[in-house]
Nanobody, 113 residues
Framework: QVQLVESGGGLVQAGGSLRLSCAASGRTFSTYVMGWFRQAPGKEREFVATVRWSGTDTYYADSVKGRFTISRDNAKNTVYLQMNSLKPEDTAVYYC??????WGQGTQVTVSS
């Protein structure tokens, strides 16, 4: 069983930055692929980024490539999403995911134009 708690969301102007964190419980955190997904109002949840256990293999949606960076600290059971050059279309609830199975409760990110 893995429990995920996201933090770091908020309101930011276009062009600004935010850093999301996801703290995970469970001793097997390091074995999971960790990811971030997001869901905007009226839209389906979509993939944003994932990172494998090593932290060196990362994958991004085309819409965030070059602006977002996913990373993890297995010693702290935490995964991060650094978001730079934010755009209004990045506005969504951002969810942390473990192993494509466990989900956090989500954190709201709002980017004003």
């Amino acid at each position: 069983q893995v429990q995920l708690v996201e933090s770091g969301g908020g309101l930011v102007q276009a062009g600004g930055s935010l850093r999301l964190s996801c703290a995970a419980s469970g001793r097997t955190f390091s074995t999971y692929v960790m990811g971030w997904f997001r869901q905007a109002p009226g839209k389906e949840r979509e993939f944003v980024a994932t990172v494998r256990w090593s932290g060196t293999d990362t994958y991004y949606a085309d819409s965030v490539k070059g602006r977002f960076t996913i990373s993890r600290d297995n010693a702290k059971n935490t995964v991060y999403l650094q978001m730079n050059s934010l755009k209004p279309e990045d506005t969504a609830v951002y969810y942390c995911n473990a192993g494509y199975y466990y989900w956090g409760q989500g954190t709201q990110v709002t980017v004003s134009s």
